[in-house]
């Protein structure tokens, strides 16, 4: 049934999980964004909440506002922001999907997932400079996605403990990429590869220490760590406080840690001690893995 209004609940995603660049994803149960949409006359953002006076409202310039010229739906598309912005954490994907997501139900389109996956990738392609899915697959399928190049696969694993530790610092996912070296050696690859195995089994059975060991990656990592000041710090001390394992959220700068449940608040308070002994602020988020865009009002 075609609908004039839907409100909907777009998490924030974390994207390479270490050895899986490009590939694996996760929904994070928080933070997360609402956004309502209205049909319209012509298609208009208004965004709110955390940073959104740097956000663009251009619809040309903004994931959302591509994704439904895109779809050729003029609509009203209200962002409340709650995923900080340039995190590392899936803010400028989180508009694209839930858009997406919400015009294929208003108007009935009748898009798989997987199609939506590919609308939503292009809007995120304005904002990263590349149509990367692993942050608009786990908005959209929710858990932990695998993105193939023609196919999503998804698991939802239960009482994986995540802390995302988001630093006052910028990287933007354009310049983040920029560095990378075009070519690994086949020792690097072998090695990722490995790790990217071992996550899947991981998150199959629900295995946390598993899941954390297999975050350890050769190359991106180390580049990109470059951008995070106190990123060597922060990693050991949550090591020391028991997480599994640390890596850099998608582009950074958010350090996301994997742990027990029961684990999360401690490792939480030691990874912002670590930064802030680095004079860096942050903001922690204890979380989980979470469930895709849901629709809460229509
Ligand atoms: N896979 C992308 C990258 C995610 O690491 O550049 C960006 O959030």
């Known amino acids: ?60 310039r903004n994931t959302a506002g591509i994704v439904a ?10 962002i409340h922001r709650g995923i900080p912005l340039s995190s ?16 294929n139900e208003m108007f009935a389109l009748g898009l798989s997932r997987l199609e939506l996956v590919g609308i939503a990738a292009q809007g995120e392609k304005a904002a990263s ?3 990367h899915a692993d ?22 694993p239960e009482n994986v403990g995540i802390v995302a530790v988001h630093p006052e610092i910028i990287v933007s996912t354009r310049e983040a990429r920029a560095i990378l070296p075009e070519k690994l050696s ?22 946390i220490r598993l899941i954390g060991e297999s975050m350890e990656n050769r190359v991106i990592e180390e580049i990109r760590s470059t951008f995070i000041k106190g990123y060597l710090e922060v990693k ?5 406080a028991g997480a599994a394992g640390v890596t850099i959220s998608g582009s950074g700068p958010t350090l996301i840690a994997v742990c027990r449940m029961d684990e999360r608040k ?28 849901e629709i809460i009002w229509s």
């Open 1 to 60: 049934m075609a609908m004039d209004h839907l409100k909907i609940r777009v998490p924030a995603t974390s994207a390479n999980l270490g050895a899986g660049f490009d590939v694996f994803g996760i929904a994070l149960e928080t933070p997360f964004d609402i956004i309502d949409i209205e049909k319209s006359d012509c298609i208009e953002i208004v965004v709110l909440g955390r940073e959104s006076q740097f956000v663009p409202i251009d619809p040309k």
């Open 69 to 78: 010229s895109l779809l050729k739906t003029p609509v009203k598309i209200t």
């Open 88 to 103: 590392g954490l899936g803010s400028s994907a989180a508009p694209a999907a839930g858009v997406a997501f919400a015009l």
């Open 129 to 131: 400079g590349a149509a």
């Open 135 to 156: 942050n608009v697959a786990p908005a959209i399928y929710g858990g932990f996605v695998i993105v193939h190049k023609d196919k999503i696969i998804s698991l939802m």
């Open 186 to 207: 086949i020792a690097d690859i072998s090695f990722n590869t490995a790790n990217a195995a071992s996550m899947v089994v991981g998150m199959m059975k629900n295995d």
């Open 236 to 240: 050991k001390s949550a090591i020391y």
């Open 266 to 293: 401690m490792i939480a308070e030691v990874m912002v001690k670590a930064f802030a002994d680095n004079n860096v602020k942050s903001e922690a988020f204890i979380t989980t893995i979470g469930k895709g865009i």
